[in-house]
């Protein structure tokens, strides 16, 4: 048995992170609903876009993570069933749990989703996950497009002996810039679907979760607090660096916004991509090494990370529309609509997620083909 399998410790930092990664894709998302429905002096203010600096913490999160469970296992035609069969059932069946019902209200009225796209949705592509020129039913899940290709092409990764893993995270980094300028040439317009999953630049977090992994598995684990505030800092000051440069709130590769001539996708690089890598490395080795663990107060939220943010935006569009409709001026009143909307969203999500994504998971866990294989080989030795 290798020493990461023997050694490679569960990090509940992990946890914390994507707690505050899932906050602030929901601070975004509430701002919107703020913006649209509220009946006098609002409390967040466009700054609140720096919080879109979660949706790069998830990525780096996911390169890592797989990157660094999978040592000591490259190369294994077992492990590899086993991770495919994990990741099918980890996304898909919760997904489909809180995408089925929408289907019959989005054909019912179809005015309800999507404004965007003209209210347009792909119902085929929307449960099978497939990319798409338009968003699906669940809007924010355009983001598990960039995961699913990822799980794919990392599947790839495993084929092969671990010592080849950097050449793969180069070649990766080749790939990338090279898909990356290209998308900075074609126009959003005039790409198709998957064109615009693969030349999105936010690809890049998942090669640094990668490294980090590697990183930190050799045993590169020097200035965890520097890196980690360093990473704070950079985010913040660049955003607002960019802020004050264009006088643009949203960095992202689908806005016009640009500065010394590159597209705002290729500066979420910096402003954010980078430093998410910086604040994860930093959070895994203050753990490993310090024994520091990062979010214990918000682990519950990151344990229910991800029904949360497949429901978040439906529970608090739901609450913005009835405040719309029914709500009272008054800062009072607003700040009760605000924290109420926080906590209907984190606890109904919360919720499903012990109801239904636990219970899934749990299922889904006990049928792993591998593991069934594991018991089957330890009852008859």
Known sequence: ??????????????????????LMVFSVHLYEVERKYSHGPRLLGDWIHLSNFGLDLFFVISGFVLTFLAFGHFAERSYLKSYAYNRVTRVYPTYLLYTLPLVPIYLFKPTLFNATDGHQVDLFRTLLLLPD????????A???????VFYLLFAGVLLFRETLLPRFIALGFVAMAVLATAGALIPRAE????ARVLLNPINFDFLFGMVLAWLIHKGERRAAL??????VA??????????????????????SHQLFGLPAGYHALYVFGLPAAL?????VVLEIEK????????AWVGDASYSIYLTHVMVIVLAGRLWGSFGVPGWPAHLAFLAGTVALGLGLGTLAYHLFEKRLTGFFRQHDPARRAKLRAAAQA
């Open 133 to 140: 020129v338009t968003l699906p039913l669940i809007p924010v």
């Open 191 to 194: 790409q198709g679907a998957f």
């Open 1 to 22: 048995m290798s020493k990461t399998k023997a050694s490679a410790p569960r990090l509940y930092g992990i946890q914390g992170l994507r707690g505050l990664a899932v």
């Open 279 to 283: 604040v994860v490395y930093g959070i």
């Open 142 to 148: 355009w983001t598990l497009h960039h995961e699913l």
């Open 234 to 255: 950079l985010a913040v000051g660049g955003y607002f660096g960019f802020y004050a440069l264009t006088g643009a709130d949203w960095i992202g590769n689908y806005h």
């Open 291 to 298: 024994g520091w663990v990062f979010g214990r107060a918000i």
């Open 226 to 231: 520097p890196c980690l505030l360093l990473g």
